[in-house]
């Protein structure tokens, strides 16, 4: 059922970079569904991108029994859901990662345990 509002809807956001110490990125893994939605994160739009990798990923997703087997030279990156190519040297802010932006990365070859996408 839809609705139809009478009056101009008009609320100030609550969720905007000011409120947060940095901005949200959300990020999800695809084909793992262990995972049901992505993580949210509070992550400085200094931070390079690379690091996501080292520092960031392995704290999340690390326990999956795909991780570790994650090549990521290989890894698909998309960004609000159209392929996205990320210089890992450059900062999130760099690569053009926004205040509630949401990226996930595909691993080819590799979709959840034992192929189940879990």
């Known amino acids: 059922m839809s609705v139809a509002a009478v009056a101009p809807y008009e ?7 000011d409120k947060f110490p940095a901005p949200l990125l959300y990020i999800g893994w695809e084909d793992h ?4 939605a ?3 994160l509070p992550l400085p739009p200094d931070m390079p991108f ?5 520092q960031v990923l392995p704290g ?5 029994p795909d991780f570790a087997r994650i090549d990521w030279q ?4 998309l960004k609000s859901g ?3 190519s990320p210089d890992p040297a450059k900062s999130l802010a760099e690569n053009g990662l926004r205040h509630k932006d949401v990226i996930r990365f595909r691993t080819p070859g590799l979709n959840g345990i034992q ?3 879990s």
């Open 11 to 17: 609320l100030p956001a609550r969720d905007t970079v």
């Open 33 to 36: 569904l262990l995972f049901c």
């Open 38 to 40: 992505p993580f949210c």
């Open 50 to 54: 690379g690091a996501l990798a080292t």
């Open 60 to 64: 999340i997703y690390g326990y999956h």
């Open 74 to 77: 290989k890894v698909q990156w």
């Open 82 to 84: 159209k392929p996205f």
């Open 115 to 117: 192929g189940s996408c």
